[in-house]
């Protein structure tokens, strides 16, 4: 059932229960060059963790392998629960069409997370604040247009025609949805996906790119976020190499109060 | 057949070919504290990938979930090509024990790895020789006998009480097989999950810690590897945060020639 109030990223991301296979559709808000943002896929899968019946404690980590590119339309998620332990889930997500190969495959793990020994050894990065700085103007694949992205460091033109010299990949900028929409699990997964390429900022243009398996470890969970209360996050990415048509990516989501929320890792692959 | 003159490595991730069951078998020699080394568990997976019929190009990445303890004795790995395109694979191995529940889920990706723009954005961390750094002493845990460790930096008494306040997590290391072996990916595989417990450097003592998932990229396919012609590592590892039970690791593999082989990242389960 569609809300009319809905915020368009529960729209797209929405799952239509079943007991071990569910249902979903790729949603024309969130598309990218050849397919569905990999942010709203990741965060469609994670939805239908969250909302399975016998899902317990919160998301841990998600790794999304993206086999093959999703065609617009319906898919199914078939969705099993590996392993649970006392205070730990393991499951096993395939995505796929029509009955065709799977096109995403992940796996993810849940916990309870009980109070302990509490440390965090890096300090959220200098960044002025949301409100004094332009908001990234739109380029083409519409997911980006959901965005609300906001450059402190490492903004590119990517309508240039490329650098001479290789640049720097680093970016530091604050992500939003552009209509504001309170941060959970949900958001924070796809905005983990929600950097650009790392070899578009390394190159200043536009290459062909898609990114092959996704990591993100959630070190908030709901009862953090929701004491929070937050609708962007403070994000950095950089990229280590970029090697035979490869390149990885690592990145953190901040809090604007100083918590590190998320953290994630990607491999890519590009030409060029 | 156990070859007298094979490494103790290859004799403990030695996986006997099936179509899609394949067997293994834990190692005395690679023992943690209360199951087989991590590390050996995740190159012994690789292993049977590798060694595959139908496997094609190299290791890319590969996410290993540690569902539950593995006992010592035989496991079956059910070994499963999820999804082959023209130039990469998608593989999911379950890892489990008489017929029980899986205790170990992995993910993995294979690519035929073409000629592309390279360029490798971060330089190789500062290190004296690894000839002229005294080996770290021997501990408990039967699997660290088996590997030399020099650290540089963040070198940690384990057998210390804890410290007043918690210290950096940061470890920088010469990592080399004991009985020194050339560097391959099962080998890179292996030591990406062979830094010791970030809580362990923070806190200055041993607590129980389990790792929970790990994800290793690689940046280096079979003919580099065969170029550099090395037998140990420079790794480095950090942590961001503990909280609620789980914290995190991220860290590099080096070659001594300045060549980033592996990064790496993983999620703990600690008790603190």
Redesign the interface.
């Known amino acids: 059932m569609l809300n009319k109030t809905q915020h368009l990223f529960d729209d797209a991301t929405r799952v239509v229960a079943g007991d071990s296979r569910w249902q979903g559709r790729t949603s024309p808000d969130y598309w990218a060059f050849v397919g569905p943002f990999g942010g709203a896929t990741a965060a469609t899968i994670l939805r239908a963790l969250v909302e399975h019946p016998q899902r317990a404690g919160d998301p841990?980590?998600l790794?999304v392998?993206y086999?093959?590119p999703i065609a617009e339309g319906d898919f199914d998620l078939d969705v099993r629960l590996?392993?649970a332990?006392r205070s730990?889930q393991?499951w096993?997500v395939?995505l796929s069409q029509g009955g065709a190969?799977?096109?995403t495959?992940a796996?993810a793990?849940f916990?309870e997370?009980?109070?302990?020994?509490?440390?965090?050894?890096?300090t959220i990065p200098q960044a002025e604040p949301f409100d004094q700085i332009k908001r990234y103007p739109d380029v083409a694949a519409s997911w980006t247009r959901q965005y609300d992205f906001r450059f402190i460091e490492g903004y590119t033109d990517l309508r240039g025609g490329g650098r001479a010299r290789?640049a720097?990949?680093f970016s530091k900028l604050w992500i939003g949805d552009r209509v504001p929409r309170k941060i959970d699990c949900l958001s924070l997964m796809a905005m983990s996906d929600a950097f650009f390429a790392r070899i578009f900022h390394?190159?200043g243009e536009l290459v062909p790119f898609g990114t092959?398996?996704l990591?993100t470890?959630f070190?908030?969970?709901a009862d953090?976020l929701a004491g929070e209360d937050i609708t962007r996050v403070l994000a950095v990415a950089?990229?280590?190499?970029?090697?035979?048509?490869?390149g990885?990516q690592?990145g953190?989501l901040w809090s604007p109060s100083g918590r590190?929320l998320a953290?994630t890792?990607q491999?890519a692959?590009?030409?060029?």
Chains 1, 2 share one sequence.
């Open positions: 841990l980590s790794t392998n086999c093959a590996v392993k332990n730990s393991h096993c395939e190969d799977v096109s495959l796996t793990v916990a997370r009980r109070p302990s020994w509490s440390q965090q050894q890096v290789p720097s990949a390394a190159r092959v398996s990591t470890y070190h908030a969970d953090d950089d990229a280590r190499i970029f090697h035979k048509s490869y990885d690592f953190e590190l953290t890792t491999i692959y590009f030409k060029a």
